[in-house]
């Protein structure tokens, strides 16, 4: 199962990007995807979850109303919208899914990344 993250970029604060991760090599329905960040010298952060059932994302509270996960089952693809950026979340940020029968706590698979960089 191959993840490819891409959408990262420079905006300015206030500003919004769209991240998407495309999966190849497995049967997308049936993962739970997320979206992960990590930025320089913290941990790394759940920020968005989508189940393979679908239902209601899970956002932590840090991005709740500000960011907006999404998923294609037709087109394979998990897209993460994120608006009224703040330097804060300035972070590479990575997509994984999760099969069905791995533990909740992780994920399975991982994309290598992509840098987002909010200037002030």
């Known amino acids: 199962v191959q993840l490819q993250a891409s959408g990262g970029g420079l905006v300015q604060a206030g500003g919004s990007l769209r991240l998407s991760c495309l999966t190849s090599?497995?049967?997308?329905?049936?993962?739970?995807m997320g979206w992960f960040r990590r930025a320089q010298g913290k941990e790394r952060e759940l920020i968005a979850a989508?189940?393979?059932?679908?239902?209601?994302?899970y956002y932590p509270d840090s991005v709740k109303g500000q960011f907006t996960a999404s998923r294609d089952n037709a087109k394979n693809t998990f897209a993460l919208q994120m608006n009224s950026l703040k330097p804060e979340d300035t972070a590479v940020y990575y997509c994984?899914?999760?099969?069905?029968?791995?533990?909740?706590?992780?994920?399975?698979?991982w994309g290598k990344g992509t840098l987002v960089t909010v200037s002030s």
């Open positions: 994984a899914a999760r099969r069905r029968t791995t533990t909740v706590s992780k994920y399975d698979y």
């Open positions: 090599g497995g049967t997308f329905s049936s993962y739970t």
């Open positions: 989508i189940a393979w059932s679908g239902g209601m994302p």
